[in-house]
């Protein structure tokens, strides 16, 4: 099993920036990670995902704006999240798969965090 926590969500204003953090535990071997979002009244939409061997890709909503990483020594996630606007707005979900990014199924949810941008 993996447990995931996010954390790092907030409010900011058009134009900030915040830094989401999903520390993982667990002994399962995962070999893809991502993040995902879902604003009220919407579909969950992936983010933005970073494959065991470092290759990232993202929504073409947040290119050029946001950036995934992951720190392999503290077993987190990060998602730094630059120019944020209010359609960015969302609850923000971590997620892990056992298979590459191009399986696309995730077996282990974080609980999320709220991003909340004001115009």
């Known amino acids: 099993q993996v447990q995931l926590v996010e954390s790092g969500g907030g409010s900011v204003q058009s134009g900030g920036s915040l830094r989401l953090s999903c520390a993982a535990s667990g002994s399962y071997s995962t070999y893809c990670m991502g993040w995902f979002r879902q604003a009220p009244g919407k579909e969950r939409e992936e983010v933005a995902t970073?494959?065991?061997?470092?290759?990232?890709n993202y929504a073409d909503s947040v290119k050029g704006r946001f950036t995934i990483s992951q720190d392999n020594a503290k077993n987190t996630l990060y998602l730094q999240m630059n120019s944020l606007k209010p359609e960015d707005t969302a609850m923000y979900y971590c997620a892990a798969s056992s298979g590459s990014c191009a399986w696309g199924v995730y077996n282990f949810w974080g609980q999320g965090t709220q991003v909340t941008v004001s115009s």
């Open positions: 970073i494959d065991s061997d470092g290759s990232t």
